[in-house]
């Protein structure tokens, strides 16, 4: 380092403090003079060796060379008789630069002896930090009941710029302000005298804001009374630091300021920038701190920055006050990933290995409004951030982080929560592969609902696609369970009036023509169905092994090639074969039915088990597009009392309906069945109430629930949180939903069920009182779906299964996430098939992989990396 000034000579020594801490105790550098505190006088001569060592040629016979005026700073050296605790740190930027830690270890995982302070900060002015906290404000007054509402006491800290001191000025000069409050803590030396004295003051400053329930009322402590006090201060956020004894005396009397008035928070807008106006607070660990940064590269640099040393001796737990991140100015369609990525690269050190969940919710997008960049009133402020973007996720916020709802205050009785484990646990077991004959309620999707609505009055033609896992089984297993077609309209639609067409004996029995290979868990579902025709009266009867015989003969005929034309006669045979009696077509069938006023459904599903090579024999291909196309076009034309129900796998139709593929997916898209993130949610609810049937008591059905209510039950389900609510451990019910989803958005619902029966193997340890299901048996619960997973990919795939070996047998060092094209010699036709199936995602030239394949094949994260992936996956 250039040494210029004595100032150049006091940095680098602190640079350097981890070679001389043990020897000297402390320095004090003057313009011409540098006096060094040795701990003993023996150590004087390690001292100068130290000072050699740290300074070169520039250290010699006692002196110090300036490079740029040449002059000299003599050394002296004294015994330092009087040596402080080292560990308690001044919260000052200038001393916190050259600590290991930002903060005095024992206050780390404290708490305030009042109520929680949040500060607001910014490395720059302008980004919306008064804005933020503002918002924070309404979705406080919003969220809570205004009868009942605790107050916030809203302090403006921004002693070089007051923003929300002159949005809440009035006419009179104000009572009481900041500044005050630190010249009285200045003369004081103990915060319950403090608190005496200004607490009346300060509960006249109240400030009405206006929010669409009504009108709330807060404590507004601004910065300044008059003029002359901001002009010519006295004492200052940066002279309590330097106080004896003061040095963490702030926050202590904003905390118990606040709990005096019965505010519910303590809110502080700072002052931007690396201040040591701000710094006391920004380094006290038991504040919680929210930078607020824009999208701009000097704002973001910044903030990188100060997040540096706001976080070095920080263990990053859900007990520490973890400084997060507000992303402003994020215009529509602004890619904020990588911004995001270099953002919490900065904590990555911290981090304990396994715990990166911990980072997903660190950074919070505030979407940019024209609306709100000049406003001039509260008033207009209140009023223009209601429905903005900026505002919904502000309000997420507070409600996910302080405002924990009443049904997840509850304590869970140990009984109970065992109980009710054992119960969801066996429950999901018997579903996972559709097995049990027991009477299940079906939750009514968009996509079965579609299905009754196209087919309510009419016989069903249709082909239900979906994953593998996504649900055709159990749907197959319940439409015949009740037998009749119109019965399953009709449970399904509880609250509409019954189909006139299908009113009376005019029946559409469903037969199981086809069936999978986990049928076998529902043959007594599948015997009635059988049963119930054959008493209908019809002349040909349907044997009870129907769906095995139409499986063995099929298994012959795709040992020899056929053209479509070929195959849609031998799906003809297949069919009229089920029946005792001979018909010579499907239009003698169709004679009988029409005569005797029977109408049937024919169900299939299970293709997969015999078509396997579907995506290289084009014998396979022609057998599916002769069944999916040819024949269900010509029951469509030609019958009005035969119908068919395929259930097919969406890749299936992909590698065989090659020519009009869209075309053919567009018209049964409908139908498919897919589980977005909403639906699958909603999916868990209704599986655990079915479960554990007093789980769920709300008086509106869990299909048309409002999200609010689903989000209640969850929360009671698995925790607001992977910890407790105030933590910043990552939301957890969308945490889960990233774990089990593809990049192409899909999961299926044996992805949740399985979910539900792995996180309810073990009880486990109830950390927590408020919830079921604890975090370690939930993340634990992932990881062993991801391997259950890839399993079932590489069975519905086989296309997959060589790129996944390629990836599970690489070295280790190079499993990591990001990772380059030529990493793992993927070809152009492997990448093609991993994108188009959601588990490979290219951006910006890096690779990535989904959650629900990266636990299996052991990947790790890079700095920074997994908020990318979570951004991917939840867009």
């Known amino acids: ?45 390690v001292a100068k060796k130290i000072l050699k060592e740290i300074f070169g040629r520039k250290y010699d016979d006692g002196k110090i060379l300036l490079d740029l005026s040449k002059e000299y700073l003599n050394v002296s050296f004294e015994i330092d008789e009087n040596e402080e605790n080292d560990n308690v740190a001044i919260p000052l930027f200038r001393n916190v630069l050259y600590q290991k830690t930002a ?8 708490e305030l002896p009042g109520i929680p302070v949040l500060a607001f900060h910014s490395y720059k002015g302008g980004v919306g930090r008064t804005l933020s906290l503002l918002a924070f404000v309404k979705a406080w007054s919003e969220l809570n009941d205004l009868e009942n509402t605790q107050r916030l006491l809203i302090i403006d800290a921004d002693i070089e710029a007051p923003g929300i001191t002159w949005l809440t000025m009035k006419q009179e000069e104000a009572a009481f302000s900041f500044l005050d409050l630190l010249e ?49 201060m006295y004492a200052s956020p940066e002279s309590l630091a330097i106080s004896y004894n003061k040095k963490y005396i702030l926050a202590e009397v904003l905390s118990k300021l606040g709990e005096r008035l019965n505010a519910g928070l303590v809110l502080i807008d700072l002052r931007a920038g690396l201040s040591e106006f701000s710094a006391p607070l920004l380094f006290d660990p038991r504040v919680k701190k929210y930078l607020v940064t824009s999208t701009s590269y000097q704002s973001v640099k910044g903030t990188g920055m100060l997040l540096q040393q706001l976080i070095k001796g920080l263990p990053l737990n859900e007990n520490s006050k973890i400084p997060e991140v507000l992303l402003t100015m994020v215009q529509n369609g602004m890619d904020t990933a990588e911004i995001i990525s270099e953002l919490t690269a900065v904590y990555h050190p911290n981090i304990i290995e396994g715990d990166d969940s911990i980072m997903d919710d660190i950074v919070t997008e505030l979407p940019f409004a024209g609306e709100l ?41 140990k009984i109970s929560r065992n109980n009710v484990i ?98 076998g868990g529902f043959k007594e579902v599948i015997k009635n169905a059988i049963a119930d025709y054959n008493q209908c009266g019809a002349n040909g009867k349907i044997s009870n092994s129907v769906y095995v015989d139409s499986k063995d003969k099929l298994l012959t005929y795709v040992r020899k090639d056929h053209d479509i034309l070929e195959w849609k006669e031998i799906w003809k045979k297949v069919i009229l074969s089920a029946f005792n009696k001979t018909y010579q077509s499907l239009a003698d069938l169709e004679e009988e039915l029409q005569h005797k006023h029977i109408k049937i459904v024919f169900l299939l599903d299970g293709l997969e088990e015999i078509f396997e090579h579907t995506i290289s024999s084009e014998n396979e291909k022609n057998a599916i597009r002769a069944l999916c196309r040819d024949l269900v076009d010509e029951l469509k034309i030609s019958c009005h009392n035969v119908g068919i129900i395929i259930f097919l796998r969406k890749d299936m139709a992909r590698d065989s309906l090659t020519i009009n593929y869209e075309q053919f997916y567009s018209l049964y898209r409908s139908v498919e069945l897919q589980w977005s993130n909403t639906e699958a949610l909603r999916l868990a609810v209704w599986l655990t109430s079915q479960a554990v049937p007093d789980f769920y008591q709300e008086n509106i059905p869990v299909e048309t629930a409002p999200g609010e209510v689903i989000e209640q039950a969850l929360n009671r389900l698995w925790g607001v949180k992977l910890g407790k609510p105030t933590s910043n451990e990552a939301n ?6 990233a774990a089990l989803s593809d990049f192409n958005g899909q999961l299926q619902a044996r992805d949740i069920i399985r979910f539900l029966e792995k996180a309810t193997e073990h009880a486990g340890k109830a950390v927590y009182e408020d919830r079921y299901l604890m975090p370690t048996e939930i993340r634990k619960a992932v990881s062993d779906c991801s391997n259950d997973k890839i399993g079932e990919i590489r069975d519905e795939i086989k296309a997959l299964g ?18 380059e094209a030529d990493a793992f010699n993927l070809t152009q036709a492997e990448e093609k098939i991993m994108k188009q199936e959601g588990y490979l995602k290219i951006d910006n030239d890096r690779y990535y992989l989904p959650e629900i394949i990266r636990h299996a094949l052991k990947f790790k994260y890079k700095k920074g990396a997994r908020p990318k992936v979570l951004s991917l996956l939840l867009k």
């Open 802 to 819: 060589p790129i996944f070996d390629k990836l599970e047998h690489a070295p280790e060092e190079k499993k990591v996430l990001p990772f």
């Open 422 to 519: 054992k119960n969801i646990h066996v429950f999901a077991a018997n579903q996972i592969t559709a097995e049990g004959n027991g009477t299940f309620e079906v939750l009514m999707t968009e996509s079965i609902e579609n299905l009754i609505r196209k087919y309510k009055n009419s016989v069903p033609n249709t082909v239900i696609m979906g994953a593998k896992g996504s649900g055709k089984t159990f749907l197959y297993r319940e439409i015949l369970r009740d037998q009749h077609w119109e019965k399953f309209v009709e449970r399904m639609s509880k609250n509409e009036p019954e189909s006139k067409s299908l009113r009376g004996d005019k029946c559409i029995f469903t037969i199981p023509l086809l069936a999978s290979g986990n049928a």
């Open 732 to 737: 957890s019910s969308r945490w889960i939903l």
């Open 373 to 413: 960049v000049h406003l001039e009133t509260l008033a207009k402020i209140m009023e223009n951030l209601g429905g903005r973007g900026f505002y919904k996720n502000i309000s997420e916020i507070v409600k996910n982080s302080y405002m924990v709802s009443r049904e997840t205050k509850g304590a869970v009785s």
């Open 184 to 232: 009285v803590t200045q003369e004081k030396d103990n915060a319950d005298e403090i608190i005496e004295l200004i607490a009346d003051k300060v509960s006249e400053l109240t400030v009405k804001i206006e929010t669409e329930k009504g009108r709330a009322e807060h404590i507004v402590l601004p910065t300044y009374r008059y003029v002359e006090q901001l002009l010519d």
């Open 1 to 45: 380092m250039m040494l210029y000034t004595w100032k150049d000579i006091e940095r680098e020594l602190l640079i350097n403090k981890g070679k001389w801490k043990k020897v000297i105790s402390n320095t004090e550098i003057y313009t011409d003079e540098v006096i060094v505190y040795i701990k003993e006088r023996k150590a004087e001569a």
């Open 103 to 110: 903060y005095y270890s024992e206050l780390i995982e404290e």
